[in-house]
């Protein structure tokens, strides 16, 4: 628009809050999510064992008709709970690997960070915005699971049941908190680092899948077994089974867990921190 026409007029509408400006990004991409029917089907799909969970939960407060059936009681305590981390874990990070690639490297290989950060939107509010389209979606098929299979155990329950066993329903809901979070931290990161949304989801499941193998062959070369440290999902299992309380015959020390994922979260932020710019440098 030519300037000397005198028609330019400036923007007289409502100004979005500035607490609530890193959801308008994460709005758009949920539209373009929620457009994608595999994701749907994935959703749907993930929900299947939790739904499982809860008839399980039911038959364990109804003895006599297990015993009519032909079934022994049983208990819902630590095992079913790290059972179900497993499950919904792996299923989880398989969701990340899905939409996590395009959430940045879309933005740095297109330039369009430039166009966030030249606006009143700071970095901080950049990836709360994507935090926002990765958490939710997570939180749908993990925690909130979790936290309603307590509830239906509590509520055909004594309330003794409830008040012995309350840390199994926080320990649950805690160790599916702390995945998605370091998951969520995982895919951002690697997205923006790996431009190609192909080769990024590979990084990802590799990271997961891959870990079991290279820790075995760092075991077997340098005749060690500290190399299960590379394997992220034994290292996050041994922190959920001491959360549930459970045994899962873990040679692995619970510190040197908790480490580990410190160290993990702190190169996820060390690389979002050094790629999410408005600038970048070409060699």
Do not use: H
Not at 178 to 183: E, G, H, M, S
């Amino acid at each position: 628009m030519a300037v000397y026409k005198l028609t330019y007029k400036s923007y007289e509408g409502e100004s979005t809050p500035a607490w609530s400006r890193f959801l308008v990004p994460a709005r758009f991409n949920y539209a373009k999510l929620t457009s994608i029917r595999f994701l749907m089907l994935f959703m749907t799909v993930s929900m299947f064992y939790p739904i499982y969970g809860a008839i399980y939960v039911y038959l364990s407060a109804n003895p006599s008709f297990l015993a009519t059936m032909g079934f022994m009681p049983f208990e819902i305590d630590g095992k079913f709970f790290f059972t179900f981390c497993q499950v919904q874990g792996t299923l989880s990070y398989l969701l990340v690997a899905f939409i996590s690639p395009s959430l940045v490297s879309w933005d740095i290989s297109n330039g369009a960070l430039q166009l966030y950060f030249c606006r009143p939107f700071s970095r901080l509010e950049y990836v709360l915005g994507k935090l926002a389209v990765i958490l939710p979606l997570l939180s749908i098929i993990t925690w909130i699971p979790a936290l309603i299979l307590f509830g239906i155990k509590s509520s055909i329950s004594e309330w003794s049941w409830t008040t012995e066993n309350w840390w199994l329903g926080r320990s649950a809901v805690l160790s599916m908190m702390l995945w998605c979070v370091l998951l969520s931290l995982i895919g951002l990161a690697i997205s923006s680092t790996v431009k190609r949304r192909v080769a990024a989801a590979a990084v990802i499941l590799c990271l997961y899948f891959g870990g079991a193998g290279l820790a075995g062959a760092i075991n077997l070369v340098m005749g060690i077994e500290s190399g299960a440290l590379f394997d992220l999902a034994k290292v996050v299992e041994t922190i959920w089974a001491d959360l549930l309380r459970f045994d899962s015959g873990s040679s692995m020390t619970v510190w040197s867990a908790w480490i580990t994922l410190a160290i993990l979260a702190a190169i996820c932020l060390w690389l979002l921190n050094r790629r999410i710019r408005s600038f970048e440098v070409i060699k």
